[in-house]
């Protein structure tokens, strides 16, 4: 069964730091473009950063831009979002997403998207 996994959600102060992890499994991930989603109560689902399967090209949401950093290891099969200076904002649940379209022409809410994890919830509150 082709799923994704995420883990490292938490509660952090405003200024601080988070690195979420996306273990994928039951298919190759070398040829999926994998990414992250977030959903804030209130607001509308968005794109948060992709990497793509062969160059690992990045792609982030001007909201995150100098702030995440997204990676992989494929010997691992893991995809981390590096999340740096948090903002009350940045609060949500993020969601791990793997698709085989190229991630750079993806959905900006993520429809029509393949594989998705059940979600992390990331708080950022003083």
């Known amino acids: 069964q082709a799923q994704v996994v995420e883990s490292g959600g938490a509660s952090v102060q405003p200024g601080g730091s988070l690195k979420l992890s996306c273990v994928a499994s039951?298919?190759?991930?070398?040829?999926?473009?994998i990414g992250w989603f977030r959903e804030a109560p209130g607001k509308e689902r968005e794109g948060i950063s992709c990497i793509s399967s062969d160059e690992g090209n990045t792609n982030y949401a001007d909201s995150v831009k100098g702030r995440f950093r997204i990676s992989k290891d494929n010997a691992k099969k893991t995809v981390y979002l590096q999340m740096n200076n948090l903002k009350p904002e940045d609060t949500g649940m993020y969601y791990c997403v793997a698709d085989r379209y190229p991630c750079l022409s993806w959905d900006p809410k993520g429809r029509h998207l393949e594989i998705w994890g059940q979600g992390i919830q990331v708080t950022v509150s003083s």
């Open positions: 039951g298919f190759s991930s070398d040829y999926y473009e």
